[in-house]
Protein backbone atom coordinates (compact mmCIF):
# COMPACT_ATOMS: atom_id res chain seq x y z
CA UNK A 1 0.00 0.00 0.00
CA UNK A 2 1.41 3.27 -0.90
CA UNK A 3 1.77 6.34 1.39
CA UNK A 4 -0.50 9.48 0.82
CA UNK A 5 0.98 12.52 1.77
CA UNK A 6 -1.17 16.19 2.08
CA UNK A 7 0.45 19.29 1.08
CA UNK A 8 -1.54 21.97 2.34
CA UNK A 9 -1.28 25.19 1.77
CA UNK A 10 0.52 27.35 4.48
CA UNK A 11 -1.91 30.50 5.73
CA UNK A 12 -0.99 33.51 5.26
CA UNK A 13 -2.31 37.18 5.03
CA UNK A 14 -2.11 40.83 3.09
CA UNK A 15 -4.25 43.30 5.29
CA UNK A 16 -5.17 46.39 4.22
CA UNK A 17 -7.32 49.19 5.18
CA UNK A 18 -9.79 51.77 3.89
CA UNK A 19 -7.68 55.00 5.49
CA UNK A 20 -6.60 57.14 5.69
CA UNK A 21 -9.41 58.50 8.24
CA UNK A 22 -10.38 61.53 10.63
CA UNK A 23 -10.51 61.12 14.22
CA UNK A 24 -13.53 59.92 15.11
CA UNK A 25 -14.24 57.87 11.95
CA UNK A 26 -14.21 54.38 11.51
CA UNK A 27 -11.61 52.34 9.45
CA UNK A 28 -12.46 49.27 7.48
CA UNK A 29 -10.13 46.51 7.77
CA UNK A 30 -9.35 43.49 5.48
CA UNK A 31 -7.23 40.52 6.13
CA UNK A 32 -7.05 39.27 2.24
CA UNK A 33 -6.20 35.46 3.27
CA UNK A 34 -4.83 33.22 0.98
CA UNK A 35 -3.07 29.47 1.45
CA UNK A 36 -6.58 28.04 3.41
CA UNK A 37 -6.79 30.76 5.85
CA UNK A 38 -9.54 29.62 8.21
CA UNK A 39 -9.01 31.66 11.63
CA UNK A 40 -8.03 35.10 12.41
CA UNK A 41 -6.64 37.09 15.13
CA UNK A 42 -6.22 40.65 14.88
CA UNK A 43 -4.75 43.07 17.73
CA UNK A 44 -4.91 46.80 17.88
CA UNK A 45 -6.83 50.00 19.44
CA UNK A 46 -11.00 49.83 19.08
CA UNK A 47 -11.27 46.93 17.20
CA UNK A 48 -14.79 45.70 16.73
CA UNK A 49 -13.64 42.35 16.82
CA UNK A 50 -10.56 40.35 17.57
CA UNK A 51 -11.06 36.93 15.55
CA UNK A 52 -13.34 38.32 12.06
CA UNK A 53 -11.92 38.40 9.09
CA UNK A 54 -12.38 41.91 8.18
CA UNK A 55 -13.28 43.89 11.50
CA UNK A 56 -13.41 47.48 11.81
CA UNK A 57 -11.87 49.79 13.92
CA UNK A 58 -11.92 53.29 15.28
CA UNK A 59 -8.62 54.07 16.17
CA UNK A 60 -8.28 57.77 17.56
CA UNK A 61 -4.36 58.26 16.51
CA UNK A 62 -2.49 56.63 13.66
CA UNK A 63 -2.01 53.01 14.84
CA UNK A 64 -1.18 49.81 13.13
CA UNK A 65 -3.13 46.52 13.51
CA UNK A 66 -1.29 43.18 13.56
CA UNK A 67 -3.23 39.69 12.18
CA UNK A 68 -1.82 36.14 12.82
CA UNK A 69 -3.75 33.66 10.60
CA UNK A 70 -4.03 29.82 10.86
CA UNK A 71 -5.65 27.20 9.55
CA UNK A 72 -7.44 24.81 11.75
CA UNK A 73 -8.22 22.16 9.32
CA UNK A 74 -4.52 21.54 7.71
CA UNK A 75 -2.09 20.49 11.07
CA UNK A 76 0.83 21.74 10.67
CA UNK A 77 0.61 25.18 8.44
CA UNK A 78 -0.05 27.15 11.22
CA UNK A 79 2.62 29.86 11.13
CA UNK A 80 3.12 32.85 13.78
CA UNK A 81 4.06 35.29 11.17
CA UNK A 82 1.86 38.51 11.97
CA UNK A 83 0.94 40.36 9.32
CA UNK A 84 0.55 44.52 10.09
CA UNK A 85 -1.62 47.27 8.48
CA UNK A 86 -1.27 51.02 9.57
CA UNK A 87 -4.07 53.28 9.82
CA UNK A 88 -3.15 56.88 9.61
CA UNK A 89 -5.60 59.05 11.54
CA UNK A 90 -6.08 62.69 10.37
CA UNK A 91 -7.14 65.42 12.98
CA UNK A 92 -9.89 67.19 12.61
CA UNK A 93 -9.45 71.03 12.64
CA UNK A 94 -9.29 73.57 15.59
CA UNK A 95 -9.11 77.10 14.96
CA UNK A 96 -7.61 78.22 18.28
CA UNK A 97 -7.82 81.06 20.01
CA UNK A 98 -8.16 84.80 19.10
CA UNK A 99 -5.74 86.91 20.97
CA UNK A 100 -5.94 91.13 20.42
CA UNK A 101 -7.16 94.52 21.30
CA UNK A 102 -11.10 94.41 21.33
CA UNK A 103 -11.76 98.24 20.68
CA UNK A 104 -10.47 100.22 18.20
CA UNK A 105 -10.89 103.54 16.89
CA UNK A 106 -11.77 104.50 13.45
CA UNK A 107 -8.58 105.24 10.98
CA UNK A 108 -6.37 103.06 13.52
CA UNK A 109 -5.56 99.60 13.37
CA UNK A 110 -4.75 96.56 15.20
CA UNK A 111 -3.21 93.13 14.82
CA UNK A 112 -5.30 89.86 15.96
CA UNK A 113 -3.07 87.03 16.48
CA UNK A 114 -3.80 83.27 16.63
CA UNK A 115 -2.40 79.89 18.40
CA UNK A 116 -3.00 77.91 15.09
CA UNK A 117 -1.80 79.08 12.23
CA UNK A 118 -2.70 78.46 8.11
CA UNK A 119 -6.62 79.94 9.03
CA UNK A 120 -7.99 83.06 6.72
CA UNK A 121 -9.29 85.91 8.58
CA UNK A 122 -12.99 87.50 7.83
CA UNK A 123 -14.68 90.51 8.91
CA UNK A 124 -18.30 90.26 9.08
CA UNK A 125 -18.98 93.32 7.98
CA UNK A 126 -16.71 95.80 6.20
CA UNK A 127 -18.40 98.73 6.55
CA UNK A 128 -16.92 99.05 9.92
CA UNK A 129 -13.68 96.83 9.83
CA UNK A 130 -11.89 94.88 7.33
CA UNK A 131 -8.97 92.70 8.33
CA UNK A 132 -6.22 91.36 5.91
CA UNK A 133 -7.18 87.49 5.33
CA UNK A 134 -3.73 85.83 6.27
CA UNK A 135 -2.51 88.83 8.56
CA UNK A 136 -5.42 89.53 11.08
CA UNK A 137 -4.31 93.37 10.97
CA UNK A 138 -8.17 94.62 11.55
CA UNK A 139 -8.31 98.62 10.29
CA UNK A 140 -11.11 100.45 11.78
CA UNK A 141 -13.38 102.09 8.96
CA UNK A 142 -15.83 104.04 10.89
CA UNK A 143 -17.82 103.79 14.12
CA UNK A 144 -20.01 100.38 14.95
CA UNK A 145 -18.98 96.40 15.17
CA UNK A 146 -17.66 93.78 13.40
CA UNK A 147 -17.36 90.21 13.93
CA UNK A 148 -14.00 88.90 12.75
CA UNK A 149 -13.60 85.28 12.22
CA UNK A 150 -10.21 82.87 11.94
CA UNK A 151 -11.29 79.59 9.93
CA UNK A 152 -8.89 76.63 9.62
CA UNK A 153 -9.95 73.95 6.86
CA UNK A 154 -8.03 70.34 6.44
CA UNK A 155 -9.11 67.52 5.02
CA UNK A 156 -11.34 66.20 7.86
CA UNK A 157 -13.48 69.61 7.82
CA UNK A 158 -14.16 72.83 8.72
CA UNK A 159 -13.67 75.27 11.83
CA UNK A 160 -13.84 78.69 13.00
CA UNK A 161 -13.63 81.10 15.91
CA UNK A 162 -14.81 84.22 16.10
CA UNK A 163 -13.97 87.71 18.22
CA UNK A 164 -15.88 91.04 18.09
CA UNK A 165 -14.20 94.22 17.27
CA UNK A 166 -15.66 97.64 18.52
CA UNK A 167 -14.98 101.00 16.53
CA UNK A 168 -14.77 104.22 18.49
CA UNK A 169 -15.09 107.68 17.01
CA UNK A 170 -11.51 108.80 16.08
CA UNK A 171 -10.12 110.98 18.93
CA UNK A 172 -10.43 114.98 17.91
CA UNK A 173 -8.50 117.70 19.85
CA UNK A 174 -9.65 121.18 19.80
CA UNK A 175 -7.58 124.17 21.39
CA UNK A 176 -10.50 126.42 20.39
CA UNK A 177 -9.60 130.05 18.22
CA UNK A 178 -6.00 131.28 17.86
CA UNK A 179 -4.79 133.72 20.00
CA UNK A 180 -2.21 135.81 19.70
CA UNK A 181 0.49 135.60 23.09
CA UNK A 182 2.74 138.44 23.91
CA UNK A 183 6.40 137.79 24.43
Same mark, same amino acid.
Given at each position: ???II????A???S?????PIC??????L???????? !??????G?NL???????????P?A?ST?????S??G???C???? &?YT??V???A??????IS???????GN?T????T??G????S &??? !????V???S?I????S?G??I???T?T??C??A??????T?????????????????
Amino acid at each position: AGLIITVNPAPTASPTNNGPICNGDTVNLAANPAGGT !TSYTWSGPNLSSTIAQNPTATPTATSTYSLTVSSGGAPGCSPTT &SYTTTVTVNATPDAGVISGAPIICSGNTTILTETIPGGIWSS &SNN !TYATVGASSGIVTGVSVGAAIISYTVTNSCGTAFTTTTITINPAATADAGPNQTVCA
